[in-house]
């Protein structure tokens, strides 16, 4: 098992729907992140977040919105999907090096909602 | 562009082997470059990082290289296990909205045969 949770494990939704995936660690990391991942393709950066503050935002479409509620969890709403974004979603979490702007510290994986667009 | 390349065929190794992984990449210079391991389903595990002023890395059974000139890393498991079997990712630090964080490559499937 990981050290970082994500909840729920699967999910499917409708184009219409509104639902939220969340992330949980508790290893003291101050950046979290969301890559996306489509079958047989690498994990693709979304957003990152640093002590709370959101970092990088990958040109992601608004329909995903990330929140960061404090330093041990990490959401991402989703609202008005399309089929296309049905893919595993991870979560991961590091220490980030402070300063640098640089996150590029090993990264802890949870083992990811897996989201189905209909 | 930036580009990370894993043999996106899988690799086949009779038990007891040593497999080795390539990652090449181009339009990159990284302080260091990181292997991860994937099973169906689940999130890449952090195996090991290698320093651009380091040549080899070792843990346990793994061993990687790391060859800035030629731009490349090797990944190798030595008496290899069916256990061992899984996607392994190579991941460097690309460069996002100006900052550092790590881009994968599309990694390559490792099958041990018994």
């Known amino acids: 098992d990981t050290e970082v949770t994500q909840t729920p494990k699967h999910l499917v939704m409708g184009m219409t729907n509104k639902k939220s995936l969340k992330c949980e660690q508790h290893?003291?990391?101050?950046?979290m992140y969301w890559y996306k991942q489509k079958a047989k393709k690498p994990p693709e950066l979304m957003f990152v977040?640093?002590?709370?503050?959101?970092?990088i935002n990958e040109s992601v479409p608004s329909r995903f919105s990330p929140e960061c509620p404090n330093s041990s969890l990490l959401n991402l709403h989703l609202h008005a999907l399309q089929p296309e974004d049905s893919a595993l979603y991870l979560c991961a979490s590091s220490q980030p090096r402070a300063g640098q702007g640089s996150y590029n510290s090993p990264l802890h994986f949870g083992n990811g909602t897996r989201l189905t667009v209909t | 562009s930036q580009k990370i390349e894993q043999n996106s065929e899988a690799l086949n190794i009779q038990e007891g082997k040593t497999a080795t992984l390539t990652c090449n990449y181009t339009?990159?210079?990284?302080?260091?470059l990181q292997w991860y391991r994937q099973d169906p389903g689940r999130g890449p595990v952090f195996l090991l990082l290698i320093r651009e002023n380091e040549k080899e890395k070792r843990k346990e059974r793994l061993k990687v290289t790391f060859d800035t000139t030629l731009k490349q890393s090797l990944f190798h498991i030595t008496a290899s296990q069916p256990a061992d079997s899984a996607t392994y990712l190579c991941a460097l630090e690309g460069i996002f909205t100006g900052r550092r964080a790590l881009t994968f490559g599309s990694g390559t499937r490792l099958q041990v045969q018994p």
């Open positions: 339009n990159y210079s990284p302080a260091y």
């Open positions: 977040y640093s002590y709370e503050k959101l970092s």
């Open positions: 290893m003291g990391h101050r950046a």
